[in-house]
């Protein structure tokens, strides 16, 4: 990398490194550094009337007091942070002390990996902490990290941009209290969440993510070329219509837990790519499937948060077993006075024209229902409420209901004012799936391009018949934005999708040896702010020469200063 290019602590840090090796220790080791023991364990073990515990730890330094001969630094492991009480004469037992005067206090930094070997005992103001009697030198970091500081509670030099931290999720991680376990729980809901489906003798299945037809769902699919094959394929939007095939194959119950992709809009609530459990189970329908999904989220609760409430945007929502159901015609009766029911398209669309809503020709009848159920009623339901008995138009996947003509058994699970789940009992009679493709064919040549695509091959699997089967899809980045209390899914997802960073544009050097500027100081007079030659236009030469000379000897660049009067001539040029 180009010195240019580094900051000045960057520069001390690696010099630090070379001198590290000048000395014989090797800044990034090869070996094995075993550990016997996390921060949180050494606290929570402790007693003060046994034996002193004798520890191996490592971690990364986060803060140090040095009092001449003796330190305090704060070491952070993977669970937490511990400190440590560093003399020059323990870790230097011998003649030699420059592990203590030269290595410690002046060739680590905050961020430096180190291991660290003694007993644990209590300071005299109370805090556990371990006497170190060795000290190894485990990775050296070059960027210094924004040490977040704490007084009475307060937090300054905070790493606390938004942009900033979803970009260096990892300098996030180290630095902010609390992101860690965000994902801790995240991880917490995903193995809970397989342990209830293993339990009831589900399988866990991948399918594949690379699909000739994007089907299971109504979204705007993402694209790609396969060049061994010569086609194109879709990033999958759904996992359903290949965990259905494998009911038809003969599984009681199948589960993908895995990345869907929609290239549809992002906010707070929506992510493109964005992981989903799908399930399938023979044999049964959405009214079972609303007990299980019930008695799951109680579960992951309770798992991830002791009991069977959370609270997110300062409300309280509890996940206790059971939820209110509710059909989706008379939540909007409910909400906005207009009963729906038996309506055409061109009814519910004066509906919406009378409720003042941006509607387009392209929109079915399905899609106004969805539209005027997503401005007037989804954002209301706090508590979880099973939303049901979708019409057929919006649900080209799903069994007609038993007893309600035009409706299907479907629901919808909301919390906290977003859906949550999907699910159906499912659509398996062949015949009536193709003409509800052949319906979303016809959408899409209205112009919508969300409408589903015709799956030949899926139809074909249904008429080798397929049991009677309920299934569900859970968001799980969703359900953990409730879990966990965060109302932004981007605090939980590890690395969110971003624009590309703002470049700041540079002229190529040609442009800068056109003014007779040699191509060596084209760098530094970049690192001196003038990255185009028409920021150079009015400034002046002595200026310019006194900051591009300063540059040259700071880092050390041994280039022959040009003259005032050589500034001067690239200056007129101009």
């Not at 030269?102 to 291991?115: A, E, H, S, Y």
């Not at 259905?244 to 290239?263: A, C, H, S, T």
């Not at 939303?387 to 919808?412: A, N, Q």
Request: charged content about 30%; hydrophobic content about 35%; aromatic content about 10%.
């Amino acid at each position: 990398m180009n010195v240019l290019e580094l900051s000045e602590q960057e520069i001390i840090r690696r010099n630090s490194m070379n001198e590290l090796r000048a000395m014989g220790i090797e800044p990034y080791p090869a070996a094995e550094y075993v550990t016997n023991a996390f921060s949180t364990d050494i606290k929570n073990e402790f007693k003060d009337d046994a034996e002193p515990r004798h520890v191996a730890v490592a971690g990364r330094i986060m803060s140090r007091r040095v009092m001449g001969k003796a330190s305090f630094i704060e070491l952070q492991d993977s669970k937490g942070r511990i400190q440590v009480y560093i003399t020059r004469d323990d870790i230097c037992p011998g003649e030699d002390k420059e592990m203590y005067n030269t290595v410690f206090k002046r060739l680590l930094d905050l961020g430096d990996f180190i291991g660290i070997e003694g007993f644990v005992f209590r300071t005299q103001m109370g805090e556990i902490s371990i006497h170190a009697q060795k000290l190894t030198v485990l990775a050296k970091s070059i960027k210094p990290l924004p040490i977040v500081k704490y007084k009475d509670g307060v937090a300054y030099d905070s790493f606390d941009d938004p942009e900033l931290r979803y970009r260096q999720r990892y300098v996030d991680l180290i630095v902010n209290d609390g992101v860690k376990e965000t994902f801790l729980k995240r991880a917490t809901i995903i193995k809970t969440m397989r342990a209830v489906l293993d339990e009831a003798g589900y399988t866990e299945v991948e399918t594949p993510i690379l699909q000739s037809i994007p089907g299971g769902a109504s979204a705007r699919p993402f694209t790609t070329h396969h060049n061994s094959l010569d086609m194109d394929l879709y990033l999958r939007i759904a996992t359903e219509l290949y965990l259905k095939r494998l009911i038809v194959g003969g599984f009681e119950g199948v589960y993908e837990i895995g990345k869907n992709f929609r290239n549809e809009g992002m906010d707070k609530n929506h992510n493109p790519e964005f992981t989903c459990v799908e399930l399938y189970v023979q044999y049964k329908d959405y009214n079972w499937m609303m007990g299980f999904t019930e008695k799951l989220l109680e579960r992951i609760c309770i798992a991830v948060n002791g009991g069977t409430e959370t609270t997110i945007d300062g409300k309280t929502i509890s996940f206790k077993a059971p939820y209110r159901r509710l059909p989706i015609l008379d939540a909007i009766k409910e909400k906005t006075g207009y009963d729906l029911n038996g309506k055409s398209e061109e009814e519910i669309r004066q509906v919406c024209r009378e409720l003042k809503m941006e509607i387009d020709d392209t929109m079915g009848k399905g899609k106004l229902i969805d539209e005027i159920f997503g401005e007037f009623c989804e954002g209301t339901f706090i508590q979880p409420t099973f939303i049901t008995d979708y019409p057929v138009e919006m649900s080209p996947l799903t069994k007609m209901h038993r007893s309600k003509p035009g409706l299907t058994e479907r629901f919808e699970l909301m919390v906290n004012g977003k859906e949550l789940a999907n699910a159906y009992s499912e659509l398996n009679d062949p015949i009536d799936q193709e003409e509800r493709f052949k319906e979303q064919l016809k959408l899409s040549e209205k112009g919508d391009d969300e409408a589903m695509f015709i799956d030949q091959d899926f139809l074909k699997a249904l008429q080798y018949g397929m049991p009677p089967t309920s299934g569900i899809g859970i968001g799980i980045d969703r359900l953990t934005m409730l879990m966990t209390g965060q109302a932004f899914i981007q605090e939980v997802l590890f690395f969110p999708q971003m624009r590309p960073e703002k470049v700041t544009p540079k002229d190529a050097p040609a442009k800068f040896m056109e003014l007779g500027i040699p191509e060596e100081w084209v760098a530094v007079i970049q690192k001196a702010g003038y990255n185009l030659v028409s920021d150079m236009k009015d400034v002046n030469p002595q200026k310019l020469h006194m900051d591009i000379c300063g540059i040259n000897k700071k880092y050390k660049l041994e280039l022959a200063n040009p003259t005032v009067k050589d500034v001067e001539g690239w200056v007129e040029k101009i």
